[in-house]
Nanobody
């Protein structure tokens, strides 16, 4: 069983930045790809970014490219999502998940996740 705990959400003004953290239990980062997902009220869940277990493959949704950066520190069992130039439409609950992700060959990614965190709320508003 993998446990994931997110932190770092909050209220930020448009154009601002936040860094989200996802701490995974055990050695989950050695055996799973980790993705960040978001869900805004009344909308479907959206895959934001994913990093493979070997660091070699990184994927972003079109809405995240150029603004968000995913990274991980295996020694700290932590995956980060640095979010810059935030927009009101980025407002959502952001969750991390462990499993697999792979290219959809159209600039985005498919995913199949087995474990999910509870999420952290990001609100972008003036």
């Amino acid at each position: 069983q993998v446990q994931l705990v997110e932190s770092g959400g909050g209220l930020v003004q448009p154009g601002g930045s936040l860094r989200l953290s996802c701490v995974a239990s055990g050695r989950a980062l050695d055996s799973h790809s980790i993705g960040w997902f978001r869900q805004a009220p009344g909308k479907d869940r959206e895959g934001v970014s994913c990093i493979s277990l070997n660091h070699e493959d990184i994927y972003y949704a079109g809405s995240a490219k150029g603004r968000f950066t995913i990274s991980k520190d295996n020694a700290k069992n932590t995956v980060y999502l640095q979010m810059n130039s935030l927009k009101p439409e980025d407002t959502a609950v952001y969750s991390c998940a462990a499993g697999g992700c792979w290219s959809d060959r159209r600039g985005g990614f498919y995913y199949g996740m087995h474990y999910w965190g509870n999420g952290t709320l990001v609100t972008v508003s003036s």
